[in-house]
């Protein structure tokens, strides 16, 4: 194994070893490492098409609307032993709705249309799939790939709104061209007022990037964009990683400020937290088909006890697109692409 290891070429690799020395005593290691992730990536080309394909899940995953308005919906809970759908479109029956069980731990579920050809489900109505355990337990839960999260004034628990506008934000201005030199303003939505509140896209649309273009930044890097539970986490504690959070406003918001802020000629960045993610269970990733190790490390492995959040497992074939993909993403993305690509365009 070591010769196999010995003969991994990795890019640039020499370069680096003289910049700096002291990394030479690892090189072996750094091989086997990039052996390891030429094989991987050789599996996700085989299996799904394309690395590119692979990182954008979530057009196959969720509820995704079809040219006929068929809604196609897929999720994955290998531990489950049923999945059904239930919600506002069919008065929250927890029976009516089943999943089929695919294979490799998939669900799927064909919604026709109404008569009237329009989508069985309505859009900004609320759903959540109710998940059947083999110990006999009934979980609601929040689709991972979720476009859309609200938490009702008073309420705990953040809700799952079914995101599909029929007139959905069409973006007017390209996308900038990438700058020479990179001048990045790091921004965070809700702390960009002076009012004892949380901001809104709009206020920053308005009052805040053309401050930032004033002062000759062309890139703002936005924090917390993805949907949290915990506000004080700073959006490390992630929730919802294909929504964009709804406690700024709604996903056309945070389309028009990305659009306004590429016709002021700024690149947009969105920080994303791909390590770890909360531990609720109701409206996070935890436990969703009943397991401890769905997405996650079983414990303690799977505990980040520092920030109290639970750790992907990246051995598992369906988190990386769900955790792992943002990496992809988060060097150049200028339209929501290391969120959901398609909603924010």
């Given amino acids: 194994m070591a010769d196999t290891w010995d003969n991994v070429t990795i890019p640039e690799f020499n370069s680096l070893l003289q910049m700096d020395p002291y990394l030479k005593q690892y090189e072996k290691d750094f091989r086997r490492r990039y052996g390891l992730f030429e094989k991987r ?5 085989e299996a799904e098409g394309g690395f590119d394909q692979f990182t954008r899940s979530y057009r196959t995953f969720g509820v995704n609307r079809m040219p006929d308005n068929r809604l196609v919906l897929r999720e994955w809970a290998p531990a489950a032993e049923a999945l059904f759908l239930t919600g506002d479109f069919n008065g929250w029956d927890n029976f009516s709705h089943p999943y089929q069980r695919k294979e490799f731990g998939k669900w799927e579920l064909c919604l026709p249309p109404k ?12 759903l959540k799939v109710v998940v059947h355990t083999k110990k006999g337990e009934r979980l609601y839960r ?3 790939w979720a476009k859309y999260a609200t938490q009702a004034e008073k ?3 953040y809700d799952w709104v079914h995101w599909d506008p029929p007139q959905p934000y069409l973006h007017i201005h390209p996308r900038p061209k990438k700058p020479q030199s990179l001048r990045i303003y790091e921004s965070h939505v809700g702390i960009a007022s002076p009012d004892p509140k949380v901001a809104s896209y709009t206020n920053f649309t308005i009052n805040v990037l053309p401050r930032i273009k004033d002062l000759g930044y062309n890139c703002i890097q936005l924090m917390a964009v993805m949907e949290h539970a915990y506000y004080a986490s700073f959006g490390y504690q992630v929730t919802s990683f294909f929504a964009a959070s709804s406690r700024y406003g709604t996903p056309e918001e945070l389309k028009q400020l990305i659009d306004t802020a590429h016709s002021l000629d700024i690149v947009v960045l969105l920080d994303v937290v791909h390590s770890h993610a909360s531990q609720n269970t109701e409206d996070g990733l935890n436990r969703f088909d009943g397991s401890d190790s769905c997405f996650f490390h079983s414990p303690p492995r799977g505990e980040h006890a520092l920030w109290g959040s ?6 598992r074939f369906r988190t990386r697109p769900v955790a792992g993909f943002k990496r992809k993403h988060c060097r150049w993305t200028t339209e929501g692409e290391s969120l959901v690509e398609e909603n924010l365009r």
């Fill in 41 to 45: 990536l050789f599996l996700l080309e």
């Fill in 115 to 126: 008569h009237d050809k329009t989508p069985a489900i309505d859009h900004n109505t609320k």
């Fill in 142 to 144: 929040i689709s991972p």
């Fill in 155 to 157: 309420q705990v628990i």
């Fill in 310 to 315: 639970r750790l992907f497992n990246y051995s």
